[in-house]
């Protein structure tokens, strides 16, 4: 009895080990991090699309370079931004009192 139990076990295992990769779909891929924060493939391809409709080119007629040139003012938009946000954080808040009003 309990060998049959066991080789049902295997067999069960080893067909369910059979299928890994039918249920898992990826969503979207990190490109890049800056400071922390990541950037995605989706993020860099909207780029890519943006700077091709602001220069009136076709996608096709993109370069690999033009690619990796957006995503270097990618990075950089997003490194100064992250400079930005920190500074926002350390800047004091002055306050008034009542008598400055």
């Given at each position: 009895m309990?060998?049959?139990?066991?080789?049902?076990?295997?067999?069960?295992?080893?067909f369910?080990?059979?299928?890994?990769?039918?249920?898992?779909?990826?969503?979207?891929?990190?490109?890049?991090?800056v400071?922390?924060?990541?950037?995605?493939?989706?993020?860099?391809?909207?780029?890519?699309?943006?700077?091709?409709?602001i220069?009136?080119?076709t996608?096709?007629?993109?370069?690999?370079?033009?690619?990796?040139?957006?995503l270097?003012?990618?990075?950089?938009?997003?490194?100064?931004?992250?400079?930005?946000?920190?500074?926002?954080?350390?800047?004091?808040?002055?306050?008034?009192?009542?008598?400055?009003?």
């Amino acid at each position: 009895m309990f060998k049959k139990i066991s080789i049902f076990w295997c067999g069960f295992t080893l067909f369910a080990l059979s299928f890994p990769g039918y249920g898992a779909d990826i969503l979207d891929r990190i490109v890049a991090t800056v400071n922390g924060h990541i950037i995605l493939q989706s993020d860099w391809e909207d780029e890519i699309r943006y700077e091709a409709f602001i220069n009136g080119r076709t996608l096709t007629t993109l370069t690999p370079a033009t690619r990796k040139a957006s995503l270097d003012r990618l990075i950089i938009k997003n490194c100064c931004a992250s400079k930005f946000a920190a500074s926002i954080r350390r800047t004091p808040i002055l306050k008034k009192s009542g008598s400055e009003f």
